[in-house]
Nanobody, 113 residues
Framework: QVQLVESGGGWAQPGGSLRLSCAVSGFTVSSKVMGWYRQVPGKAREMVAM???????NYANSVKGRFTISRDDAKNTVDLQMNKLNPQDTAVYYC???????WGQGTQVTVSS
């Protein structure tokens, strides 16, 4: 059974950092394209970052240079390091596996002073 469980959300001040982690069970992360999406109330869910099986990465323009997606094959996790956060990054962040359309439950990130 495929499960994606996010952790690491919370509150940060503008300019601060947070690290999200997606713990995966039911498959090995190295065998699938994985990604992080985010959603704010009233808006569609949007792609933040993706990582392929060969560790190629793709980022939304709004986070390029600030966020880094990575994969830990030993821990079977997909992580999102978020630096230089700003209030526009406030959202619920979701781990996503396109193959089969699997989503995590989401973790709230709030950036405010």
């Amino acid at each position: 059974q495929v499960q994606l469980v996010e952790s690491g959300g919370g509150w940060a001040q503008p300019g601060g950092s947070l690290r999200l982690s997606c713990a995966v069970s039911g498959f090995t992360v190295s065998s699938k394209v994985m990604g992080w999406y985010r959603q704010v109330p009233g808006k569609a869910r949007e792609m933040v970052a993706m990582i392929t099986t060969v560790r190629s990465t793709n980022y939304a323009n709004s986070v390029k240079g600030r966020f880094t997606i990575s994969r830990d094959d030993a821990k079977n996790t997909v992580d999102l390091q978020m630096n230089k956060l700003n209030p526009q990054d406030t959202a619920v962040y979701y781990c996503y596996m396109p193959s089969g359309g699997h989503w995590g439950q989401g973790t709230q990130v709030t950036v405010s002073s």
